[in-house]
């Protein structure tokens, strides 16, 4: 015979269970745009009545749960008037709280403060345990680069395709080439991939049939089909990796070497996510990049406060004495003088730094096909 305490312990783990039980289901349904009725009951290990019981107790906390009938019948969160809470794990919690705060650092146009506020209220509510991870990687982290460097992305058009990726949907887009020719496409979105300065799309193109990566900058006015899609096996291990290698296999424009008299591990640390430093020898490394511009490795030298030597190519040469002069007059300008030696009168200080330049072996360009 159970005593009254035994049934009160009961019930109130049977509400535990109940309660617990609802949680993961909200967690599985903020997860996918839709889950078929059998497949999220064998998630849940319950029957589909018990299911169905769950649903209406979210509803009942103001959570828009649509249910759909038939075959593929199923269940999906639907939005709201209002956002309702979130329930996410430690790590999704660790994982919110650091692109927060690099999307406030202006990594997304327009979404810097609203970027802020939302680390405030998220900072503020988390465990102690979580709070300290965060802290640790924000001590142990710096930003790498210049703000301002890498193209800017409209946040509507990143949640846009944030959102189809994870609900596997289909989606219309133009899109601006390098040409500057625009073009409208249809794709199955795989996954978004955040690299050096740029955001890139890997999607399957439907018209051309074959994996295509999209620069998000150039990306324009994305609209969603509600068509879904069974994900392709992507031909690289990952997204990452796929980027990388359609980005090499790009002929770029120019390969810059330079020697800059500082140490490789200073000159690494400030310039290396953009270009390949080794070293030579004491106060010395090399510094080699591939690039479309020469403007960024002169603005990248520029930043290391070093003495450096241009060893390929001679247009970079060129673009150094071309700089130079300019400067050269500004600074004149500036200090009253009337006249300034143009590039016809002679050649700069800096150049004396390039001298050779056009002579070393291998320094030319390497032009695109």
Partial sequence: MRTETGRNAGHAGAMANTSSRTLRLLSLLQTHRYWPGRQLADRLGVSPRTLRRDVDRLRELGYPVNAHRGVDGGYQLAPGAALPPLVVDDEEAVALAIGLRAAAQGGVTGIEEAAVRALAKVVQVMPQRLRR???????????????????????????????????????????????????????????????????????YDLVRQDWRNFRLDRVREPQATRERFRPR????????????????????????????????????????????????????????????????PLLAAGSLDAEFEVLGPPELAVRVREWSQRFARAAARGDGADTVAGPEDGETDAADAVEGAEGAEGAGPLRSG
């Fill in 133 to 203: 991870r965060v802290d640790a990687l924000r001590q142990v982290t710096v930003p790498g680069g210049w703000n301002g460097t890498g193209p800017g992305v409209e946040a509507g058009v990143l949640t846009a395709l944030a959102q189809a990726c994870r609900d596997e949907e289909r989606l219309r887009f133009g899109y601006l080439a390098r040409d500057g020719q625009e073009s409208r496409r249809y794709v199955e979105p795989h996954r978004l991939v955040s690299l050096g300065r740029r955001w890139y799309l890997v999607a």
């Fill in 233 to 296: 096996t992507l031909p690289d291990a990952d997204a990452g990796e796929f980027v990388r290698r359609s980005i090499g296999a790009i002929p770029a424009e120019y390969t810059v070497e330079m020697r800059v008299r500082a140490e490789a591990g200073r000159v690494r640390e400030q310039v290396g996510q953009w270009a390949e430093v080794t070293g030579d020898g004491p106060g010395s490394c090399l510094l080699r990049m591939t690039v479309q511009s020469l403007d960024w």
